[in-house]
C-alpha cells in the first residue's frame, strides 16, 4: 500500500446540539414554583488545521468520517448542558479543499491554516426561556440543531522551492537523493517514482530549500495521460522549476528523445497545463553526464554547453560521479533566494460561506412547499408540538419572521402541503 495520498475524500459532520430541558422549581415551601430548564449545550464545530507535521492525507483513505461530540441536554434548576470541543482535524500545508460539484472552499497553504468544515448545532432553549407575562408556565422548550454535515475533496499540492521535472526514469530520484537526504526508490525502469519526494538541500551558510523530486512526464501529461494532472498539480507552487534532461537520450539512454525535443515536449506540458509556469524561473540541466565523455569534462568545468541538436544547457551534471553537483546546488539556492525575496511568502485563500438570512420558499416535485432558513427551522425545533401551547408559540414566531406571506407570494393555496424541517402541516389562509 502506497504511503503517500494526495488526493482523498472526507465527510464531516458537525455535533448536533443538545435539548433544552422542561422543568419546574419543587421546593419545599415553594408554591408553584416557576419554569427553570436549562440551555442545551452547543455541538463542537469541525475544523481543518494545515500542519506541516503531516505529509499526506493517507489517514483518511480508509477513515474518511470526522465527527465532532455534541453538546449534552439542559437540566432542571437552570443548569445549562456543556458545550463540546471543536475537533481539529490536521491535514498537510498545501491542502485544497473543494466541495462534490468542484467549487473551492479553501487553500490551506500555510502551517496553522485553519478553516471551519463544518458547524455545530445549537443548543436548544429551556422553557425557562419561554416565560413571559402571558406564559407563566411553558410546557415546551427547544430541540438542539443539528450539525452540519457534508462530503469534501481534498487535493494536496506540494510546497516545495524547487521541482525537478523530466521524463520517466531520467535521474531525478537519483539527483535527490545526492544533494539531499531524501531516500527515494530508484531502478532503471521508467515510472520508478509514482509518488513526489521531497528533499532537505542545506547550503554552506545554513540556508536551506526544499526540492521536489516530481513522478516522471510524459507527453500527453498535461491532458492526462499517465496520471499527468496528478503529477502536475505539485509543480503548481514551486518557486523554481529545474527542467532535467537525459544527455544520452535518443543515444543509449532509457529516453528514446533527444535533448532538445525532450526541452520541447517539458515545456509545452507545462505550458499546456499552466502557462504561468513558464514565467517562473527555470535551471535547463543535463543529466548522465557520465556516458558522455564531453559532456562529463563540460560538468567538472562548470561551463554552460549546447548538445548536439542544438539545445543550449545551464549546467550539465552527472549524479553518478557528483561531477557538477555543487555548481547546481548554487545556482539552486540563488534562484531560491532571488524568488523568495519577490514572493516572501504564498498567499493562501479562503472562500467563505456566508450563511444564508431570512427564508425562501421551494416548490417540489410533488406540488408541496418547503420552507428554507434557519430562522424558520428553528422556529418549529421544540419539543413538543403536540402541545397546543407549544404549537401556538411556533405559529406566531413563524407568522412574526414572515414565512405566511411568503407561502401566499408563494401562490400556497388552503390545504397545499407545507415542509418546514421535519415539520409537514396543511397550509391554511388566515
Excluded at 283 to 297: F, H, K, Q, Y
Excluded at 347 to 359: A, K, L
Excluded at 395 to 420: F, N, Q, Y
Aim: net charge negative.
Amino acid at each position: 500500500m502506497s504511503g503517500f495520498i494526495d488526493e482523498c475524500q472526507l465527510n464531516v459532520r458537525g455535533g448536533d446540539g443538545g435539548a433544552g430541558c422542561v422543568a419546574f422549581r419543587r421546593e419545599a415551601h415553594v408554591a408553584k414554583g416557576g419554569p427553570d430548564g436549562g440551555d442545551g449545550g452547543r455541538g463542537g464545530d469541525v475544523w481543518l488545521v494545515a500542519d506541516r507535521n503531516i505529509s499526506s492525507l493517507l489517514a483518511f483513505k480508509d477513515h474518511p468520517h470526522r465527527r465532532a461530540s455534541s453538546g449534552t441536554h439542559g437540566q432542571g434548576k437552570k443548569m445549562h448542558g456543556a458545550g463540546s470541543d471543536d475537533l481539529i482535524v490536521h491535514v498537510p500545508e498545501g491542502t485544497v479543499v473543494h466541495d462534490l460539484e468542484g467549487e473551492m472552499l479553501a487553500d490551506l497553504v500555510h502551517h496553522g491554516d485553519r478553516w471551519m468544515a463544518a458547524a455545530g448545532g445549537r443548543g436548544g432553549k429551556g422553557n425557562a426561556k419561554f416565560l413571559s407575562n402571558i406564559r407563566r408556565a411553558p410546557s415546551f422548550a427547544e430541540q438542539g440543531e443539528v450539525g452540519e454535515e457534508q462530503w469534501l475533496n481534498l487535493e494536496l499540492k506540494l510546497m516545495a522551492d524547487v521541482a525537478l521535472v523530466g521524463f520517466p526514469n531520467v535521474g531525478k530520484s537519483t539527483l535527490i537523493s545526492r544533494i539531499s537526504a531524501a531516500k527515494p526508490k530508484i531502478a532503471d525502469y521508467p515510472f520508478t517514482t509514482l509518488e513526489p519526494n521531497l528533499g532537505v538541500v542545506r547550503v554552506e551558510d545554513n540556508f536551506e530549500f526544499v526540492v521536489a523530486d516530481i513522478p516522471g512526464l510524459i507527453e500527453g501529461a498535461a491532458d492526462g495521460k499517465g496520471l499527468g494532472h496528478r503529477f502536475l498539480r505539485h509543480v503548481e507552487r514551486a518557486r523554481v522549476l529545474v527542467i532535467l534532461i537525459d544527455l544520452a537520450g535518443g543515444l543509449d539512454g532509457t529516453t528514446s528523445e533527444g535533448p532538445a525535443e525532450q526541452a520541447r515536449v517539458l515545456l509545452a506540458e507545462l505550458e499546456a497545463y499552466r502557462p504561468e509556469l513558464l514565467d517562473r524561473p527555470r535551471i535547463i540541466i543535463g543529466s548522465r553526464a557520465d556516458l558522455i565523455p564531453e559532456d562529463l569534462a563540460i560538468a567538472t568545468t562548470g561551463k554552460p554547453s549546447v548538445t548536439s541538436d542544438g539545445l543550449q544547457l545551464d549546467i550539465s551534471v552527472s549524479a553518478i560521479t557528483g561531477a557538477g553537483l555543487p555548481r547546481l546546488i548554487g545556482r539552486m539556492a540563488e534562484e531560491v533566494r532571488g524568488a523568495r525575496s519577490v514572493e516572501p511568502e504564498l498567499d493562501g485563500f479562503v472562500i467563505h460561506r456566508p450563511i444564508p438570512e431570512g427564508i425562501r420558499i421551494e416548490r417540489e416535485d410533488d406540488g408541496s412547499f418547503r420552507v428554507l432558513g434557519r430562522s424558520a427551522e428553528r422556529a418549529v425545533a421544540l419539543s413538543d408540538l403536540t402541545n397546543l401551547e407549544a404549537l401556538d408559540f411556533a405559529h406566531s414566531r413563524l407568522k412574526k419572521i414572515g414565512v405566511d406571506k411568503a407561502l401566499a407570494r408563494a401562490g400556497a393555496k388552503e390545504g397545499d402541503t407545507v415542509r418546514i424541517a421535519n415539520l409537514t402541516f396543511d397550509y391554511e389562509e388566515e
